[in-house]
């Protein structure tokens, strides 16, 4: 967080004071850096109107693994998709040519996930086609080189196309990531708004096969597809499919732990947005379990659309919705939506983008519903200086300048990308970001797809999970965030995806950390199944940087006692 009061330079006392919490003492600013950061992009559809008016999106992810991370952003049908890559200091530049994607085609949006498990994050982008011409929709699946280029492999890996049709259609938006049959690699989900919605389960091969009828078995003919998710909302560590669509065809769809899915839609009492586009999830009232927000539309004298849904969890495979009674409902004609705790004080918020044509909807505002911890929220856009009135698509959220807090990409349709940097400032408000390998264990997804966290901190406990999904177009990075408020150390309680457990106590805030996944042998540091000295190099450097997985004895204190710890099990050996 930057503490500088320049930032706050032409923000009324008035607007402080509305996002200026008076017990914990932090103020949140958000100012457009888009243009000094170097995130300078045009949208570019060939066409006004049509398919491509809902698109634009992208994608961010650490593509060439210097821990800082990268956007991917769609071009548009007259324009050409980017890749901007992070400097090492919040600044980027352009390198879509030299690394192979700066395709040109009406590119919808993105998923980012290691597809392979080599290691490097590969790209998933929908395609609406290529200029005026939607039967040439074909997807892309961008593999990571590992040496700053990708290669397009979607025919040979059998996700080029999406379509229900003997001819190929271009209707791909959301695609997503996730690890449903629990096999420790990505499958994928891509929504498609004529039908072309598709599962792919992935043969650990560098191909998929295509499992929709069998899988999912109810009819995803009818679903005009805009964002999928893998999400265990159930707490069995199996993702359910949670598939946001138009014109009340959203779904629930509950993972029955046998590689198939049972449409549970209506008793979920779920799928109530009129025109479902954008998915997102948190649990927003604190009680361990993931709810569900679905943005809509409504018109501006609230008599035509449902709005946005907030389905809160009632732990039983069913959801109340309560978005009017949280102050949520109301945002016009929205579209991505993301939910993250932008003010650090424990409680996650909800931001979503707006856009459309006619007089009203052309100048929505994005909205940030701030989360105020007795399950209402209160629209703090304008007061934090994030002012968006474009024609805003997909959203994605990164800590672009890795200093803690949570900065805003908004994907606009024929308008440039914006980028909001948070500036949050204040004493109170600690913080904590989660990244995660997963290399070592067979069973568990790549970079910790499935990963649930208790954060216990003063008593206060909240459940985070990494899910990676689409909020409309969109995938924002692949780290799990949350604000302390004023609270120094914390509890962390990781459970895998495979059901194994990790709890680390006394964990420093305002720090971000990789947890890595290990066996039962603490010495095996690089998780290869025996010991040697590249386990020594490990734990050295772990102990070195009070990284809280070395600090064995778990006291909250690095010093001989975790040494001779290890020291004991390397002599001991692995069973």
């Given at each position: 967080m930057l503490g500088s009061t320049q930032n706050l330079i032409g923000m009324s006392a008035v607007a402080l004071a509305a996002i200026t919490s008076p017990t914990l003492a932090q103020t949140l600013a958000f100012q457009d850096r888009t243009n000094e950061v170097g995130?300078?992009?045009?949208?570019?559809?060939?066409?006004?109107?049509?398919?491509?008016?809902?698109?634009?999106?992208?994608?961010?992810?650490?593509?060439?693994?210097?821990?800082?991370p990268d956007v991917f952003v769609t071009g548009g049908s007259a324009g050409v998709d980017r890749l901007f890559i992070n400097q090492g200091d919040g600044t980027f530049i352009d390198m879509a040519p030299a690394w192979g994607v700066d395709r040109t085609h009406a590119?919808?949006?993105?998923?980012?996930?290691?597809?392979?498990?080599?290691?490097?994050?590969?790209?998933?982008?929908?395609?609406?086609?290529?200029?005026?011409?939607?039967?040439?929709?074909?997807?892309?699946?961008?593999?990571?080189?590992?040496?700053?280029?990708?290669?397009?492999?979607?025919?040979?890996?059998?996700?080029?196309?999406?379509?229900?049709?003997?001819?190929?259609?271009?209707?791909?938006?959301?695609?997503?990531?996730?690890?449903?049959?629990?096999?420790?690699?990505?499958?994928?989900?891509?929504?498609?708004?004529?039908?072309?919605?598709?599962?792919?389960?992935?043969?650990?091969?560098?191909?998929?096969?295509?499992?929709?009828?069998?899988?999912?078995?109810?009819?995803?003919?009818?679903v005009r597809g805009f964002?999928?998710?893998?999400?265990?909302?159930?707490?069995?560590?199996?993702?359910?499919?949670?598939?946001?669509?138009?014109?009340?065809?959203?779904?629930?769809?509950?993972?029955?732990?046998d590689g198939t899915f049972t449409d549970?839609?209506?008793?979920?009492?779920?799928g109530l947005e009129s025109n479902g586009m954008g998915n997102t999830?948190?649990?927003?009232?604190?009680?361990?379990?993931?709810?569900?927000?679905?943005?809509?539309?409504?018109?501006?004298?609230?008599?035509?659309?449902?709005?946005?849904?907030?389905?809160?969890?009632?732990?039983?495979?069913?959801?109340?919705?309560?978005?009017?009674?949280?102050?949520?409902?109301?945002?016009?004609?929205?579209?991505?939506a993301d939910a993250r705790d932008f003010d650090c004080d424990g409680q996650p918020d909800i931001l979503v983008t707006n856009g459309w044509f006619g007089p009203y909807f052309e100048s929505d505002p994005t909205h940030l519903f701030l989360n105020n911890a007795d399950s209402t929220f209160t629209d703090i856009a304008s007061a934090s200086g994030l002012v968006h009135t474009g024609q805003g698509r997909g959203v994605a959220t990164l800590d672009a300048d890795r200093d803690g807090d949570m900065d805003v990409l908004i994907f606009c349709n024929d308008q440039p990308l914006a980028y909001f940097e948070n500036q949050l400032a204040g004493p109170n408000a600690n913080w904590i970001i989660l990244d995660f390998d997963t290399s070592g264990i067979p069973d568990l997804a790549p970079n910790g797809f499935g990963t649930r966290a208790l954060i216990t901190a003063d008593s206060a406990s909240h459940t985070l999970?990494?899910?990676?999904?689409?909020?409309?177009?969109?995938?924002?990075?692949?780290?799990?965030?949350?604000?302390?408020?004023?609270s120094n150390t914390l509890t962390l309680a990781i459970t895998w995806s495979n059901g194994s457990t990790l709890t680390l106590d006394h964990v420093p805030a305002s720090r971000r950390y990789t947890i890595t996944a290990r066996t039962d042998c603490v010495a095996d540091f690089v998780v290869s199944g025996s010991l040697d000295f590249a386990d020594v190099l490990a734990f050295l450097s772990e102990f070195?940087?009070?990284?809280?997985?070395?600090?064995?004895?778990?006291?909250?204190?690095?010093n001989f006692s975790d040494v001779a710890a290890f020291l004991t099990a390397f002599g001991t050996g692995c069973p």
């Amino acid at each position: 967080m930057l503490g500088s009061t320049q930032n706050l330079i032409g923000m009324s006392a008035v607007a402080l004071a509305a996002i200026t919490s008076p017990t914990l003492a932090q103020t949140l600013a958000f100012q457009d850096r888009t243009n000094e950061v170097g995130l300078v992009h045009l949208h570019n559809p060939a066409l006004p109107f049509g398919m491509e008016y809902m698109a634009s999106g992208g994608a961010v992810g650490d593509f060439n693994n210097d821990a800082w991370p990268d956007v991917f952003v769609t071009g548009g049908s007259a324009g050409v998709d980017r890749l901007f890559i992070n400097q090492g200091d919040g600044t980027f530049i352009d390198m879509a040519p030299a690394w192979g994607v700066d395709r040109t085609h009406a590119g919808s949006g993105a998923a980012v996930g290691d597809f392979n498990n080599d290691g490097y994050l590969d790209i998933y982008v929908t395609s609406l086609g290529v200029a005026g011409d939607m039967s040439g929709g074909t997807n892309l699946l961008y593999r990571n080189n590992g040496d700053n280029t990708f290669t397009d492999i979607a025919a040979d890996a059998g996700v080029q196309t999406n379509s229900i049709g003997l001819t190929p259609i271009g209707d791909a938006f959301g695609a997503a990531f996730g690890d449903y049959d629990l096999d420790g690699d990505l499958d994928l989900a891509v929504a498609g708004w004529y039908g072309g919605n598709r599962l792919f389960r992935n043969n650990a091969d560098g191909t998929f096969t295509d499992v929709t009828p069998a899988a999912i078995g109810a009819d995803m003919t009818l679903v005009r597809g805009f964002a999928p998710a893998f999400v265990d909302t159930n707490n069995d560590r199996s993702p359910e499919l949670l598939w946001v669509a138009d014109f009340y065809t959203s779904r629930f769809l509950l993972n029955n732990q046998d590689g198939t899915f049972t449409d549970h839609t209506i008793p979920a009492g779920v799928g109530l947005e009129s025109n479902g586009m954008g998915n997102t999830q948190a649990d927003f009232n604190a009680d361990g379990l993931l709810d569900w927000y679905a943005s809509s539309r409504i018109n501006a004298a609230l008599t035509d659309g449902s709005g946005n849904m907030l389905y809160l969890n009632q732990g039983d495979n069913t959801f109340s919705e309560q978005s009017v009674a949280a102050g949520v409902n109301n945002g016009e004609w929205s579209w991505g939506a993301d939910a993250r705790d932008f003010d650090c004080d424990g409680q996650p918020d909800i931001l979503v983008t707006n856009g459309w044509f006619g007089p009203y909807f052309e100048s929505d505002p994005t909205h940030l519903f701030l989360n105020n911890a007795d399950s209402t929220f209160t629209d703090i856009a304008s007061a934090s200086g994030l002012v968006h009135t474009g024609q805003g698509r997909g959203v994605a959220t990164l800590d672009a300048d890795r200093d803690g807090d949570m900065d805003v990409l908004i994907f606009c349709n024929d308008q440039p990308l914006a980028y909001f940097e948070n500036q949050l400032a204040g004493p109170n408000a600690n913080w904590i970001i989660l990244d995660f390998d997963t290399s070592g264990i067979p069973d568990l997804a790549p970079n910790g797809f499935g990963t649930r966290a208790l954060i216990t901190a003063d008593s206060a406990s909240h459940t985070l999970y990494l899910a990676g999904g689409s909020n409309f177009n969109a995938t924002s990075e692949l780290i799990l965030h949350s604000g302390l408020g004023d609270s120094n150390t914390l509890t962390l309680a990781i459970t895998w995806s495979n059901g194994s457990t990790l709890t680390l106590d006394h964990v420093p805030a305002s720090r971000r950390y990789t947890i890595t996944a290990r066996t039962d042998c603490v010495a095996d540091f690089v998780v290869s199944g025996s010991l040697d000295f590249a386990d020594v190099l490990a734990f050295l450097s772990e102990f070195a940087d009070l990284h809280p997985q070395a600090d064995l004895v778990n006291d909250g204190v690095h010093n001989f006692s975790d040494v001779a710890a290890f020291l004991t099990a390397f002599g001991t050996g692995c069973p």
